[in-house]
Nanobody
Framework: QVDLVESGGGLVQAGGSLRLSCRCS????????IGWYREAPGKQREVVAT???????AYADSVKGRFTISLDNAKITMFLQMNSLNPEDTAVYYC????????????WGQGTPVTVSS
């Protein structure tokens, strides 16, 4: 059974930092397209940062220079370091791991809420 669990969200004031974690069980992040997504109140879920299976890292324009995505060497925990947070970053943050081999579906965590106060 594959499970992704996010942690590290919470309440922070503008200008502060948070570090989100996503731990994978039942599989690893190896050879998968992985990333962080967020869903703000009243808005559609959007991509935040991704790492392709080939190791290419991409960020949404809104978080470039402020957020950093990374993966531990064992490829079981993915991180999102968030600095210089602003109220527009308020959202539920989700991690995701794409299919591997003949798998057809991606995996998603339950989400961890981040609230940035002004």
């Amino acid at each position: 059974q594959v499970d992704l669990v996010e942690s590290g969200g919470g309440l922070v004031q503008a200008g502060g930092s948070l570090r989100l974690s996503c731990r994978c069980s039942g599989t690893t992040f190896s050879r998968r397209d992985i990333g962080w997504y967020r869903e703000a109140p009243g808005k559609q879920r959007e991509v935040v940062a991704t790492i392709s299976s080939g190791g290419y890292i991409a960020y949404a324009d809104s978080v470039k220079g402020r957020f950093t995505i990374s993966l531990d060497n064992a490829k079981i925990t993915m991180f999102l370091q968030m600095n210089s947070l602003n109220p527009e970053d308020t959202a539920v943050y989700y991690c995701s791991a794409g299919p591997r081999g003949d798998q057809r579906t991606a995996y998603w965590g339950q989400g961890t809420p981040v609230t940035v106060s002004s």
